[in-house]
């Protein structure tokens, strides 16, 4: 099997400026393909930025596709791009969304399901599940960050045959003990070593309204050991691994078992009881 | 609220030594309780040793119910004990069992639904859930080692009210990169955090026909974070920590979240379908 290299392109975009933020995801996107991507992931709210004043300034930063120049550059450069978007929806509402866009258009649209803390007062919560679309590269599945959190939409994406999920997010920094790694990284491997699938988590950097962010892009294999990031350094950041996708369809582990066929689905009936 | 003394007692037990493993669980009880400890979690198949040749072998040592002298030392030292044993079921099967004892008796048996490896060969699965049992200290949940690695397993332990999740564990050791943390500890630390609980997973130590163990006994706290373990020097250790687990009944995360409200079942429905 081939390999694609797989690139998270840690930026900072900047809420408000709508112009700007276009003109950075650009950049990482010419930047990740002369570093040889096939597919790019950028942070979840690329085009608006995220520390929201309230849902009048989110709404004038949304749109109701991704930005159009994701296909040119997806076109121009051969990439699979992944990003995040403020998108005005048709029935008037606001959603947290993402998109994976190839030469060939907007492949998928996903809108966030698990809002985070403020979000809730800007956007409504998306109600489609993970979508998956099939790439030359393999399967790419797509969530927004504290989606991640939650087991049951990782074990749906990789039920729906995930092989890279794309995780778009804006990780704000808490506090953590001393020589911890961020939470959100060890969601992120549990979550693919569970799964026995790839995970793409795209973060953000540079401090907005006060708010500032882990930083901690990774990419992590089916094992669940990181194959590249977080980044050393804070601040913008291309963090790559050369992945051959197809091998999140092997879930065996060892000589008998397998991540998936263990499950015992018989028994877990209460846990889509609310 | 109080405060109990929670010790995971990370032993060797030696495969066939039935008399021998009563003599080191008696003994690690004593040293927990002489620590202080109010609950107690021993390994899984503390009773047996872990590396049978074969089934034939195993069914030597199983027994019907966790050892008696468990509920002895339980009345004795005011402690309620979890362990793992190895369950001669009275339908003729063997389970990889384990059980919560008190001074009033046996409380609750738990048979392993998700078998790693060669316990295939020896056991039967479990077809009941994680049980829960309410204590003076709060309500303990119960699954052996690799059910930890499903997480619709911990988020039917935390649905069904568990506070603090106790998980006899034998951790064979698998190569990891440089530096890394065992995976095993990363699962419970993540799932900890998914549903704000206590996890207190207790392995064991002592190469056994040439296995090795992780020796990775941990007490993680519902934010995910170690509150004790793992042990830095390898062999038996007495892993602790003060924990009120009446904390594990707040699911807040933040002013607006909720690691439990926030999930979204009515979306979930396809994660218990084979």
């Known amino acids: 099997m081939s390999s694609v290299r797989v690139a998270c392109a840690q930026i900072a975009p900047v809420v408000g400026e709508g112009e700007g933020n276009l003109a950075r995801a650009r950049a990482a996107l010419e930047g990740a393909a002369a570093a040889g991507a096939g597919i790019v992931v950028l942070p979840e709210l690329a085009t608006s930025g995220y520390v929201f ?9 949304a749109a109701p596709e991704p930005p159009a120049e994701w296909r040119e550059l997806a076109e121009r450069h051969d990439l699979v791009v992944v990003g995040g978007f403020c998108e005005a929806g048709a029935d008037g509402a606001l959603y947290n969304s993402a998109a994976i866009v190839d030469a060939s258009g907007v492949l998928t649209t996903y809108r966030k399901a698990h809002l985070w803390d403020r979000e809730q007062l800007v956007f409504t919560p998306g109600d489609g599940r993970p979508p998956v679309v099939d790439t030359r590269h393999g399967r790419i599945g797509l969530m927004v960050c504290y989606d991640l959190e939650f087991p049951e939409w990782v074990r749906v ?30 969601h992120a491997m549990s979550a693919a070593a569970a799964n026995g699938l790839f995970v793409a988590a795209c973060d953000r950097c540079g401090t907005e309204r006060g708010v500032d962010w882990v930083q901690g892009s990774v990419i992590v294999s089916p094992q669940g050991w990181l194959a590249a990031g977080p980044p050393q350094e804070s601040g913008e950041a291309l963090v790559t691994a050369d992945l051959d996708l197809h091998r999140a369809r092997d879930k065996s582990f060892g000589e008998r078992n397998d991540v998936i066929a263990d499950r015992r689905p018989e028994l877990y009936g209460d846990v889509t009881a609310s």
Do not use: M
Request: glycine content about 6%; charged content about 30%; overall charge negative.
């Open 53 to 61: 004043r309230d849902a009048a300034e989110a709404r004038t930063l």
């Open 157 to 186: 994406a990789a039920l729906s045959g995930t092989d890279l999920l794309c995780v778009p997010t804006n990780w704000p920094r808490l506090p953590r003990p001393e020589g911890e790694r961020p939470l959100e990284i060890v």
